[in-house]
C-alpha cells in the first residue's frame, strides 16, 4: 500500500523560505513520477513541480520556476520541494503525489494515482 506522507508546512514572511519533505513507503518508486500540487482556497489543484525518479528529470510550473527546487533521496525515499522567494500568492494547501506511468504530460492532476493528506503553507505579506 502506498503511503505518502508531507511535512515542513507552516507560516512564513514574504521573501522566506521552506523545504517540504514527502516521505514515500509501500513499493519502490524508481519508475514513478513524483509531483507537488497545491490548491488555495476557492481554487482548483494546480501543478506546482514534478520529477521523474529514475532520470532526476524536473518539471515546474512558469509561476514557480528559479524560486523552487524538486529533489529526491533515494535513500530516504523521500522527495522534497525547496521554497524560496515565497509569495503570498504562493499561499495553499501543497500536496505530494505519486504516478505510476512515467510517460506523457505530467502537470495533469487527474492522471496521478496517489496522494498525500496535505500540508499548509501560509505566506504573509
Known amino acids: 500500500q502506498v503511503q505518502l506522507v508531507e511535512s515542513g508546512g507552516g507560516l512564513v514572511q514574504a521573501g522566506g523560505s521552506l523545504r517540504l519533505s514527502c516521505a514515500a513507503s509501500g513499493r519502490t518508486f524508481s519508475g514513478y513520477v513524483m509531483g507537488w500540487f497545491r490548491q488555495a482556497p476557492g481554487k482548483e489543484r494546480e501543478f506546482v513541480a514534478s520529477?521523474?525518479?529514475?532520470?532526476?528529470?524536473?518539471y515546474y510550473a512558469d509561476s514557480v520556476k528559479g524560486r523552487f527546487t524538486i529533489s529526491r533521496d533515494n535513500a530516504k525515499n523521500t522527495v522534497y520541494l525547496q521554497m524560496n522567494s515565497l509569495k503570498p500568492e504562493d499561499t495553499a494547501v501543497y500536496y505530494c503525489a505519486a504516478r505510476v506511468d512515467s510517460t506523457g504530460w505530467v502537470t495533469y492532476v487527474q492522471t496521478y494515482d496517489y496522494w498525500g493528506q496535505g500540508t499548509q503553507v501560509t505566506v504573509s505579506s
Open positions: 520529477i521523474i525518479w529514475s532520470s532526476g528529470r524536473t
